[in-house]
């Protein structure tokens, strides 16, 4: 199965645990449980919420991991400054990159936007370099529309 199919496959899934759900923190959770189970090569899977000008860990998969991030820095905070996905290769080549785990190699960050603003970002690593593609870029994106509400 493709990349694509298998992010097709959990539209449906998320939706579902999503739909007209007040438990907020309830439904991220879950929504982190299915994509580090549909994916081998997820090593963490999170989101990273904006609240008192920084991202703030919020539920997620995986091992411990940094409590807040300042906007422009790392991965993440670089994602929200820019208001982009972006796909890192070797976080060791990634200017900045904040460590919160030794053993992750590659990460992809894609912005929840609500009202035109970046209100939350999923974190995606692995413990591989060159993990992710577009594929996975278009499928979280699709995700990140879905939970957008929730914020």
Known sequence: MTKTEQYTQLIPQ???????????????CNVTALLKEAFDYYFWVGFYIVKDQSLQLGPFQGSVAC????????????????????????????KGHIACSS???SEIVVPIFKDNEVVAVIDVDSKDLASFDE?????LETIAQLVAPLF
């Open 14 to 28: 998320i939706k579902a645990l999503i739909e007209q759900q007040s438990n907020i923190v309830g439904a991220l």
């Open 67 to 94: 409590y807040t991030i300042a906007k422009g820095k790392g991965v993440c905070g670089t994602s929200w400054d820019s208001q982009k996905t972006i796909i890192v290769d070797d976080v060791e080549q990634f």
């Open 103 to 105: 053993l992750s190699r």
């Open 135 to 139: 594929h996975d870029a278009k499928g």
